[in-house]
């Protein structure tokens, strides 16, 4: 594909580098934007201009925020011993959107993948440890993905905590609820009878 | 979904303005960018400011590019005598990658689109009649989609070029090559059989 503008094929350039989005979709992208008036695509690229410039990440969670501390952990009615262990912001999103957690989170920024260079090193997990070692901390729940990359990590965070004789949670993995059993994978089919709870009658 | 920061959401909003990017999607693309370094968001931004600033139309086919002529319509090695009408660059691309065509192009930059709010003003179809005019042209091929849209726009520009006695070709519709007949479409294949041409033994 040869565009005949180095500016554009810039544009295209920067576009396919982000995950997901390859060289065609990219080239429709760039052509949208070039349609559109000075002063819209100036606003475009100033917003990640700001967000670079703006946003930090909080001192206590590592959660991203405009202010040093985010509105979670600044939150005084939330429950501050309870710590649930999550990759990145959209985790928090989507536990937020059950509403059914009142605890406080500690956001990872990433989980151990070797295949991707990211080691345990480039995860925000000291402070948990730190905290940890406070002893104001009743449960650590780990909330990762349940891939080899949140095991991994869950496994090492597990090591580094084993001292502090904190209880530690993790998601129940299961069945869907309101999925059909025989759509279900054979993993965690298996899983599921594997770990069966005491039947209890819905409320 | 409640973003905890604002320059987040900017973010998110603006490349949700993009065709084809939803909310989620945008929002994974905006924490990918925030995990980059300063340097690297300043060349992502700047080069849409870029794009903006110094990508031109071709005074001659509306076309993109960074010189005031494209580099298709200053090739003296091409025939000027033909004209391809396409939609966008997009289109240039995708001929151009067949190297079974050494014509010009005219770029309309849209087609009529009542929906959407595109009527004939907001094509470039002016400077082709102009050119038609000159008696230089000897054919005209309309490349559109082959969608309502499509078909709109090649008869409005048919009735404006009907005066100039150039003859108008359109690209060839039917069965794909290389595809099995059974999985052609209805509509396709019965075009194929109204329109069906001449049978040539290939060389």
Do not use: W
Request: aromatic letters at 6%; hydrophobic letters at 35%; glycine letters at 6%.
């Amino acid at each position: 594909m040869k565009i005949p503008s180095k500016h554009i094929e810039n544009v295209v350039e920067q576009l396919a580098s982000l995950p997901g989005i390859g060289k065609r979709t990219a080239l429709r992208l760039a052509l949208n934007l070039l349609n559109r008036s000075k002063d819209e695509v100036d606003t475009f690229a100033h917003t990640f201009l700001d967000m670079k410039k703006f946003v930090l990440k909080c001192e206590e969670c590592g959660n991203v925020t405009d202010t040093p501390i985010c509105s979670i952990c600044s939150n005084s009615g939330r429950d501050q011993q309870t710590v649930c262990v999550v990759e990145d912001i959209r985790d928090i999103l989507a536990i937020e959107a059950t509403e059914s957690y009142k605890g406080r989170y500690h956001v990872l920024g990433a989980i151990i993948s070797p295949m991707d260079g990211i080691g345990p090193n480039d995860l925000n997990i000291e402070p948990l440890i730190r905290k940890a070692g406070e002893g104001t901390i009743k449960e650590i729940i780990f909330a990762l993905s349940s891939t080899m990359e949140g095991d991994t990590t869950n496994y090492y965070i597990y090591k580094k905590l084993q001292n502090f004789n904190i209880p530690i949670t993790t998601l129940s993995r299961g069945v869907a609820i309101g999925s059909e059993l025989q759509y279900a994978d054979e993993l965690t089919l298996g899983r599921s009878i594997l770990n069966r709870q005491p039947f209890k009658v819905q409320q």
